[in-house]
């Protein structure tokens, strides 16, 4: 499988956007998906995360009650709706995919090309 990326670009404080990362080669059939960030100087890190049924989602606590993952194994797509976004949230953000749920968090095995998310204050 093939990851593409998009949705990304700058917003004020406050407002949203919505990340979609498609798989364009191959499905996502029994795949967990996640989403990565990486800001300047920082290290990566997992920002949320969803089992190919739904069943389990993981937030990260800085994005909590803001973030929304979600997905369509129809279209095989998986979402990320970013509310109420800070200039903390600035990063190049990145989705990935494996079949264990365990690699998605530390490892996985497949990733999509990143989207750059600019915060302004």
């Known amino acids: 499988v093939q990851l593409q990326a998009s949705g990304g670009g700058l917003v004020q404080a406050g407002g949203s956007l919505r990340l979609s990362c498609a798989a364009s080669?191959?499905?996502?059939?029994?795949?967990?998906m996640g989403w990565f960030r990486q800001a300047p100087g920082k290290e990566r890190e997992f920002v949320s995360g969803i089992t190919w049924s739904s069943e389990h989602i993981y937030y990260a606590e800085s994005v909590k009650d803001r973030f929304t993952i979600s997905r369509d194994n129809a279209e095989n797509t998986v979402y990320l709706q970013m509310d109420s976004l800070k200039p903390g949230d600035t990063a190049v953000y990145s989705c990935?995919?494996?079949?264990?749920?365990?690699?998605?968090?530390?490892?996985?095995?497949?990733w999509g090309q990143g989207t750059l998310v600019t915060v302004s204050s």
């Open positions: 080669v191959g499905t996502f059939s029994g795949y967990c």
């Open positions: 990935a995919a494996d079949q264990s749920y365990v690699a998605l968090r530390t490892n996985p095995r497949v």
